[in-house]
């Protein structure tokens, strides 16, 4: 039987959905002993809750920051409609390098096109762009004050723009994050020193695979990958 989610039409909301639960993109798992301590996940980027929604299957309790209005109304339409609410606390809220209020820009989209950090940048005059209001907080008030301060057993981020900086740049990953899983932007050499820095954080266990035109999703833990990944 088919998990109920909405998605859009005219959008890749669909094929982002198949990729995220049906071939588990991000290689997750949940609690094997039903009687374990539930496992937190933070979902930076939720967009329209694929990853939150699988992550809630398997009994796990998510912080999720998605900053588009659009996006956001569709994650709380996801995550909220299964009973969920008890273990999901949704944010629309954006993560990036430094605080931001105000507004992003992006080219004029059609119809529902699926908006993600990929399209986006500081909003600019242009004929042809569209802004949006967008608020983001650095990672480390998202991990010390959204997340009161929880311990993370699996950050996932993809928000198609600045996850390396976003994470290198993290003081509280080395204290509060055990694993992390999601998408970058970098070619050998970005991820060989992306590799090395979270490394010294203490992220030891590392392992990735290529997707296109330089985006690599990516795997690593301080403990082995295999505690929270399929691997």
């Known amino acids: ?37 539930q496992k937190v996940f933070l979902d930076i980027g939720a967009h329209a809750g694929f990853f939150s929604f699988l992550a809630l299957n398997l009994n796990v309790r998510v912080y999720a920051f998605e900053p588009f209005v659009d996006n956001f109304n569709l994650l709380l339409k996801n995550c909220y409609n299964h009973n969920f609410a008890a273990n999901f606390t949704p944010y629309n809220v954006g993560v990036y390098t430094e605080k931001l209020l105000g507004k992003f820009s992006s080219p004029e989209l059609i119809g529902n096109a699926y ?11 242009s004929h042809n762009k569209r802004e949006y209001p967008c608020n983001c907080e650095r990672l480390d008030e998202i991990l010390a004050t959204f997340c009161f301060g929880d311990k993370i057993d699996v950050l996932k981020i993809s928000i198609g723009y600045s996850e390396r900086e976003i994470l290198t740049g993290s003081l509280l990953l080395r204290d509060q994050v055990n694993s992390i899983c999601g998408e970058i932007t970098a070619n050998d050499v970005q991820l060989s020193e992306f590799k090395k820095s979270i490394g010294i954080a203490g992220f030891a266990s590392f392992f990735s695979e290529p997707v296109k035109n330089e ?6 833990s301080k403990t082995n990958l295999s505690d929270n990944f399929i691997i």
């Open 1 to 37: 039987m088919l998990p109920e989610i909405t998605t859009r039409s005219f959008s890749n909301d669909s094929q982002i959905f198949d990729e995220v639960f049906f071939a588990n993109k991000y290689k997750i798992k949940g609690n094997k002993d039903p009687n374990s301590p």
């Open 115 to 125: 908006l993600d950090f990929a399209y986006i940048g500081l909003s600019t005059n």
């Open 215 to 220: 985006r690599v999703v990516f795997w690593a």
